[in-house]
């Protein structure tokens, strides 16, 4: 089972990786397939590569790129990511063709934990944050745990994952801006009434400021842990550059910690809204 107070460093490679595929998802995401050293897929759910984007004509990144581990094969050699073209760094990863080589370093940071107790997980997520919780959810199905997903994006089109999350067995609950069923009033309509009817043993969220507002009041209402992967940007990725530092609320005293280091996973009542 993963655990919250292992303080053991994991081993972090840094390895050439060859591209298998990087496809349209839709009009935004993109599904990039990479084959890379089975002793770099010693990967916790949660946890990060970073990763160098290629040159492109007048787009030169001199920076890599976290990304969240979405699937990998340790068996086939193979670890997966979905990312959203946002800027010139990840526009010169969709540029990457089959057989391309990209420098990936990881894995990074600290990943989920789950208790022994813990049998209701719900997971709740917007966009390309279902990536993040992918292999939670796969380890989760794995240990016989009951999974729920709330979905969220803006439209129909925009939902990704349900499949994989299905192949899991997580009962999926997919809600959207362009019907108004993913507004806060609705989502705290549909977790207090299945926190009530079923019960909720943990919550697992990424990346929604409106999410994190909302399942804290929930989770210090009922009484409920849980456990948010911050997004955030870095430098570095090992923690030497304090570039992705971020306040948290720990007993009453605000501390700083580094996203990359001491995260991305953290305790989901001690996390700022930002």
Known sequence: MLDKNSNQLDPVFECIATVIENRIINQEYRHLILTAPQEALDIKPGQFFHIQCPPMEGAISYLRRPMSVYHFDKEAGQIEFLYKIHGKGTSAMSTLGNNNEVNILGPLGKGFWLEENWQSLMLIARGVGLATLAPLARY??????????????RSPDL????????????????????????SVENLELIINTFVVEQGVDAFFTCGSNRILKLLQQICKREDIPGQIALEQQMACGLGMCFCCVRPFNVEGKIIHRRVCNEGPVFNLMESQPW
């Open 159 to 182: 939902l990704m994952s349900l499949d994989l999350l299905r192949s899991y067995g997580a009962n999926i609950i997919p809600v959207t801006d362009a019907d108004g069923s993913s």
């Open 140 to 153: 989760a199905s794995e240990r016989g745990k009951k999974l729920t997903a709330i979905c969220s994006a």
